[in-house]
């Protein structure tokens, strides 16, 4: 069936209507709810989709209140967006892609966001890196950690967990959650990490790690 409005046809208008309003990617809760995010055109990226982001920031609750968050291949910036809606005191962003990083600014101007933020264009690992360098030891850590490489790059999603394992950066009982394929199996325990959670959507799992 097309999904090509047409003036003489009210259904198939409104049918792609919402078909176009399903594609967007929306804030679910909070301060700026409902307010439309921008993407970039094409595959470039792959947003987090709202149900997801919803069960995700379910599962979160409350704690995310006056929490520093911290969002690992940022994309968008949906999930880090999201964060900040729902009261997150800080959120950093990771984005090594050029556009995605420059995405991530404009998303944030276009909902007046000029505080409670740093968006680190660099390779994760790199940008990781730079954060532990710069931690002190009474600076307040991460409490939540999301990690969402492209499902295929199963190297990043090695390298992020070996490195968030032993990060001195994250705070005590720091939650890190990784999006992935759910073909793609993360290890149970890996080092300070133990997984304590798996939810699974179509294509989607979210594996929640504890640090021990």
Known sequence: MSLRPSATNPFSFCLFLLFVYYLQVRII????????????????????SDRLRETLFNVLGPGIVGSRFLDVFAG????????????AAEVTFIENHAPAAKLI???LDSF??????????????????KLAARHTPSAPGFDFV????PYAAHIDYA???????????LAPDALIIFEHH??????????????TRVLKQGDATLSFFLVT
């Not at 505080?115 to 890196?129: F, H, P, R, V, W």
């Not at 999301?146 to 490489?149: A, G, L, M, N």
């Open 159 to 169: 390298r992020t967990l070996e490195f968030l394992a032993t990060a001195d950066f």
């Open 105 to 107: 600014r404009q998303n």
């Open 146 to 149: 999301f990690v969402d490489p």
């Open 29 to 48: 809760a909070g301060k700026y709810r409902s307010r439309i995010l921008k993407s970039l055109k094409g595959l470039a990226l792959r947003p987090t």
């Open 112 to 129: 007046k966001i000029t505080t409670g933020y740093n968006i680190l264009a660099s390779d994760a690992l790199i940008a990781l890196e």
């Open 182 to 195: 759910h073909k793609f199996a993360l290890p149970e325990q890996f080092d300070h990490l133990r997984r």
């Open 76 to 87: 968008t910036g949906a999930v880090g967006i999201e964060a900040l809606s729902r009261s």
